[in-house]
């Protein structure tokens, strides 16, 4: 029995110590993925307990509604290790090196953000993906056209659906707090007009009266209709406004 617990031990360190060969495969074009990203801003994404364990894709560039350059990060394979239940902890060999493949790192990275998100649907999701290999931006442009379009239509459907809501929302209480960066971003990518698109939470006062967020120009409460400014207001009837 002693023999074989040694042969075993033996033959993870041989795999270990083989780990250089096989990172630099991983810098091949094959072994890798690339994960490409369509919204614009940066995307950070934590893997605890893996190695590496933060990931950071690159924003993508738009002009207008205009896509013009992509976002693009390249994943290879990710270490962990898991106790070993016949070996005492400390001592050597008590952790077994466990490899995830690129295409596993790169899926989880994506369905991670994608599921961590509201209003999404099969046709209306993150512009946030994922092809293997180790590809270029031209590579992706010439290899995946279609695919880089239908993902930048279903990203414009849930950018329009945050919209949609973010109007409701603050139509129903006039709060900026009830807004999203997200959904800010969203409405500028679309080119959408509204109050809340471009009002900062520095524009906006407390109403005294129904406690909700107003502009800081206003005289009376758009909500509860109560005089907020009483000078302004008496300067306006005394000119006849």
Same mark, same amino acid.
């Given at each position: 029995?002693?023999? %074989?617990?040694?042969?075993? @031990?033996?033959?993870? $360190?041989?795999?270990?110590?083989?780990?250089?060969?096989? #990172?630099?495969?991983?810098?091949?074009?094959?072994? #890798?993925?690339?994960?490409?990203?369509?919204?614009?801003?940066?995307?950070?994404?934590?893997?605890?307990?893996?190695?590496?364990?933060?990931?950071?894709?690159?924003?993508?560039?738009?002009? !207008?509604?205009?896509?013009?350059?992509?976002?693009?990060?390249?994943?290879?394979? !990710?270490?962990?290790?898991?106790?070993?239940?016949?070996?005492?902890?400390?001592?050597?060999?008590?952790?077994?090196?466990?490899?995830?493949?690129?295409?596993?790192?790169?899926?989880?990275?994506?369905?991670?953000?994608?599921?961590?998100?509201?209003?999404?649907?099969?046709?209306?999701?993150? !512009?946030?993906?994922?092809?293997?290999?180790?590809?270029?931006?031209?590579? $992706?442009? *010439?290899?995946?056209?279609?695919?880089?379009?239908?993902? $930048?239509?279903?990203? @414009?459907?849930?950018?329009?659906?945050?919209?949609? $809501?973010?109007?409701?929302?603050?139509?129903?209480?006039?709060?900026?707090?009830?807004?999203?960066?997200?959904?800010?971003?969203?409405?500028?990518?679309? !080119?959408?007009? #509204?109050?809340?698109?471009?009002?900062?939470?520095? *524009?906006?006062?407390?109403?005294?009266?129904?406690?909700?967020?107003?502009?800081? @120009?206003?005289?009376?409460?758009?909500?509860?209709?109560?005089?907020?400014?009483?000078?302004?207001? %008496?300067?306006?009837?005394?000119?006849?406004?």
């Amino acid at each position: 029995m002693s023999d %074989d617990l040694d042969k075993y @031990f033996e033959d993870e $360190l041989a795999k270990s110590r083989s780990a250089p060969a096989l #990172a630099k495969k991983a810098g091949s074009r094959k072994y #890798a993925c690339t994960v490409i990203n369509l919204l614009p801003f940066e995307l950070p994404e934590e893997k605890p307990m893996m190695l590496p364990s933060v990931f950071r894709v690159p924003e993508a560039r738009f002009e !207008g509604n205009k896509l013009v350059k992509l976002g693009i990060l390249h994943v290879e394979e !990710g270490v962990h290790y898991v106790p070993n239940p016949l070996v005492d902890e400390g001592r050597p060999g008590s952790s077994i090196r466990q490899i995830t493949p690129p295409t596993e790192m790169a899926r989880s990275i994506c369905e991670d953000y994608t599921s961590a998100h509201i209003e999404t649907s099969e046709t209306a999701q993150p !512009g946030l993906f994922w092809v293997e290999g180790r590809l270029t931006e031209k590579d $992706l442009i *010439e290899e995946y056209p279609d695919l880089i379009s239908d993902r $930048l239509r279903m990203q @414009f459907n849930w950018f329009r659906r945050l919209c949609a $809501l973010a109007d409701a929302d603050f139509k129903k209480n006039r709060n900026m707090l009830s807004v999203s960066d997200l959904q800010r971003s969203a409405a500028k990518i679309l !080119g959408v007009r #509204a109050e809340w698109v471009e009002m900062q939470m520095s *524009e906006y006062v407390v109403c005294k009266f129904c406690t909700t967020q107003i502009p800081t @120009f206003a005289i009376k409460c758009p909500n509860c209709k109560e005089i907020v400014d009483k000078e302004a207001y %008496d300067k306006l009837v005394k000119s006849g406004v």
